[in-house]
């Protein structure tokens, strides 16, 4: 037999598994190839939703790192404006004269600090939401289309704070001073006042703004609003549109309360500071064995006469209103609604 022949009878009779065989190398194939095309792609997938990502996350911490700087530029005129609607500068020179209606005015002064207090924070509160709200807005449609929002359009869609510096403000210190007077013209300026009684205070208020027609929490839009938004279908109307229906939101009416309640804790603590100089002192032993004094600042108490220039003091500039200006800057919850916000015009 020759060799072919051998051949041929081998072939032959191993045929099926040859053909068996044969299918499975190129199924084997197909599927290697197919597989890594599909590895292929998904890496690329991959790689262009991280790219996608890191452009978002740089974009939106573009956006923030202006809207923040906005908020310091804009605080300082904020603050300007609060300091000559309720300005306690022209009592306090009367005062130094020794008028014979000292006490007149000295009663004057409390009401106009206590009002200040109030404004600071609940006006701070109300910039910082609008401006992060609007900010991130811009950054939502811009991230779209970098055309869709020009300059210009930008800044008249920035001008409705200058609205509130301009209005809302005088409007806020109007209900504010109403309610002060209320709580605090009755009590005796030789009151001596504890911590907790300054405290009181500032829950008594924000209980009596809530109950006021013009509470700044459920008005917020209205403060900042000088006209309701028009029904056109344009990008400068549906960001006005938004800016709207967020302020009304009960997100933002929960974050406007929170970040008020916070803001007066942060003043009560910086107030706290100028009640240690008074007794009762507390005795602890040290580690040495040895006696230690302080003065436990919520069982110190002073006269109100002494407090109101402290307090009045305190909401300076460089005192509280900046601090409590970078709490808000910082805060989690805020930066948590920016990116709800951001996320929401991207869906």
Known sequence: MSVFSKVKGF??????????????VAGSVFLTRYAQTRLRQWHEKEAMEFIERNRKQAHFESINRTCNQTIVNLSASLLESIYHTVSSEETIE??????????????TLKVQVFTRAGCVIYSLVMLVLTLKVQLNIVGGYLYKDPTSVP???????????????????????????????KLVQKIDLKKMMKLSDFEAIFWSLQSSLDANAANPVNHLREYIFKNDPPNSDDVYSN???????????????????????????LLGDQLSEFFTDNKPKITEITANGGPDQFENPFMAKKPLAKLVPILNGLLSKQSFPQNFTHHLIVSEKLQMLCANVYESLLG
């Open 11 to 24: 072939l032959s009779r191993h045929r099926n598994k040859f053909l068996i065989g044969g299918a499975l």
């Open 239 to 265: 960001m006005l549109r938004d800016t709207a229906d967020l302020l009304e939101s009960d997100e933002i009416k929960f974050l406007v309360i929170h970040n008020v309640n916070t803001g007066f804790v």
């Open 94 to 107: 009367i005062l130094k004269k020794h008028p014979e209606n000292k006490i007149e005015m000295w009663n």
């Open 151 to 181: 300059a210009d359009m930008q800044e008249k869609y920035l001008s409705l704070c200058q609205h509130f510096l301009n209005t809302g403000v005088a409007r806020l210190a109007k209900v504010m001073e109403f309610e002060v007077n």
